[in-house]
């Protein structure tokens, strides 16, 4: 006879946080939402650690190397997703560990031949006043000069002349070696009074520029995620199919942390790998999930896992409850979790983060994730939205959307992530749908942190660990859940304020 757990499986929706006293020291400001990524000593500092606890999902449709670096430049982290070739996911891999902050890739770049007419067409394309005229018109030749939108005028000047009338010349140009730091280059710009400044190489090539306008951009990102090189630190999916083959490319790329991804990591298969990882790779942090109990995560963390996966079937694109009838509620999952992480500590003196994966709807969902136990959250609809994501953005009649798709989808295929019994996807466990759009991701996740600081300041926690030991948790009624939400008529055009 099956065994039957007796405790209802419960979500995110059936719960709410109870207020506790709020000190004076406690504000919005002064929330920590440092929180540990990988497995460490109970009571010292984790290797890795996110400076805010979101991490997004490892999917095609979400984690391109663009999303990798708006979010690590905002605290989190990206998991780059494996349902591609190991070629494809180095170079994604490096392009995000190649990022310097305020050092630009040029995008406009001519060739000094080229015509003003053919200048214009690619300004007006790029949407940049600047542009680099390399011997070759790529972002990577020979620097030869800089033109800008003030050095010639469409009505004014003959569009057929070449760019190389109009451009102020390399010799003329003050510029920097590949060894500049970001301050360094940020002084010249000042002290010469400078709009921009080239960055070449020992060869004359060009590599970045660095612009004054980007300073004050930089300075809005004073908690990214970085490595000793101060690099911007980016994780990788892998599975449990080729994995002897790509994670020795990605290790040799940057990548700072792997994550086996399964809709179902309870398994001997992803044991051994975890095995492997660690016995020939033993300095790179490895993720494992992802599991629904107590049980499971006590098999992952024995097995090697630096931090493991909390979720089955709760994502928003997934139907593996409908196809296959597995899974769990995704905050019984986590509380259960939770506690086999603490016992595993008690036990070995090891702390062995876990993450929330699915199931989080709405913002509010995230506080809970985390006071319930998760030590960060893994998302993909959120992330799905912004512009960094891979998706499509489209108009429709209310607005514009964004294309969001499972890897268990037809249109992504990902059988490696699916036990399903064959090298293909023999019957789909995600949909293929869309989004709401919702913009940059600097700004939307600023409000999302916005309100998972104001919600831990109203439990009387001024960091993470603090709201896990403190926070107390209600059970929800249908009438209870009803309440919560508004209940008058809402206006449909804005108000006016005489």
């Avoid at 001519?110 to 600047?130: F, I, Y």
């Avoid at 660095?210 to 004073?222: A, I």
């Avoid at 179902?264 to 051994?272: E, I, K, R």
């Avoid at 037809?410 to 019957?427: C, K, M, P």
């Amino acid at each position: 006879m099956a065994q039957i757990i007796a405790e209802v499986s419960r979500t995110f929706n059936e719960f709410l946080l109870l207020p506790n006293r709020t000190r004076t020291d406690c504000s919005p400001a002064t929330v920590e939402l440092r929180t540990p990524l990988v497995r460490h000593i109970a009571g010292e500092q984790s290797a890795i650690e996110l400076h805010s606890p979101f991490t997004s999902a490892i999917m095609q449709a979400v984690s391109t190397p663009e999303l990798a670096i708006a979010l690590a430049r905002n605290g989190g982290l990206s998991f780059l997703h494996h349902n591609q070739s190991i070629q494809d996911q180095v170079a994604a891999v490096c392009q995000v560990k190649n990022f310097k902050a305020g050092f630009v890739t040029s995008d406009t770049n001519v060739r000094p031949d080229d015509s003003l007419g053919l200048l214009v067409d690619v300004m007006r394309r790029t949407g940049h006043s600047t542009a680099a005229v390399t011997h070759d018109g790529t972002a990577t030749g020979r620097l030869l000069g800089l033109v800008t939108s003030r050095d010639f005028h469409p009505q004014r000047h003959d569009l057929a002349e070449p760019v190389s009338e109009r451009m102020t010349t390399i010799a003329e140009l003050p510029h920097a070696g590949p060894d500049a730091t970001l301050s360094e280059a940020n002084a010249r710009l000042w002290d010469e009074r400078l709009d921009c400044l080239p960055v070449v190489d020992g060869e004359g090539n060009l590599q970045y520029l660095v612009f004054r306008s980007d300073y004050t951009d930089n300075k809005r990102f004073p908690n990214q995620v970085v490595d000793g090189a101060k690099r911007l630190r980016v994780g990788a999916g892998v599975n449990t199919h080729d994995y002897q083959e790509r994670i020795p490319a990605l290790v040799e790329a940057g990548a700072d942390a792997l994550c086996f991804d399964s809709s179902d990591g309870y398994s001997d298969w992803q044991a051994q790998a975890l095995t492997w990882v660690k016995k020939h790779y033993p300095e790179i942090p490895v993720g494992g999930g992802n599991v629904v109990d107590g049980e499971a995560f006590t098999f992952l963390a024995e097995a090697g896992a630096d931090f493991v996966k909390v979720g089955v079937g709760g994502g928003s694109i997934c139907i593996t409850r409908d196809q296959k009838g597995i899974g769990r509620g995704q905050a019984s999952a986590v509380l259960d979790v939770a506690a086999a992480r603490d016992a595993f500590r008690e036990r070995t003196g090891e702390y062995v983060p876990i993450c929330s994966d699915g199931g989080l709807v709405h913002d509010y969902h995230v506080a809970l994730a985390l006071a319930m136990g998760a030590d960060f959250v893994m998302m993909g609809r959120y992330f799905a939205r912004f512009d960094q994501a891979a998706g499509a953005k489209l108009p429709t009649r209310d607005g514009f959307v964004k294309e969001y798709w499972g890897e268990g989808s037809n249109r992504a295929r990902n059988w490696q992530r699916y036990g399903q019994g064959a090298q293909g996807l023999v019957f789909e466990e995600g949909v293929d749908g869309y989004v709401p759009y919702a913009g940059d991701l600097n700004e939307g996740l600023a409000l999302t942190v916005a309100k998972l600081r104001t919600t831990m300041v109203s439990c009387g926690s001024a960091t993470l660990p603090e709201f896990q030991s403190t926070a107390r948790l209600t059970l929800v009624s249908d009438q209870s859940f009803q309440e919560s939400h508004a209940n008058v008529t809402l206006r449909d055009t804005p108000t006016t304020v005489s």
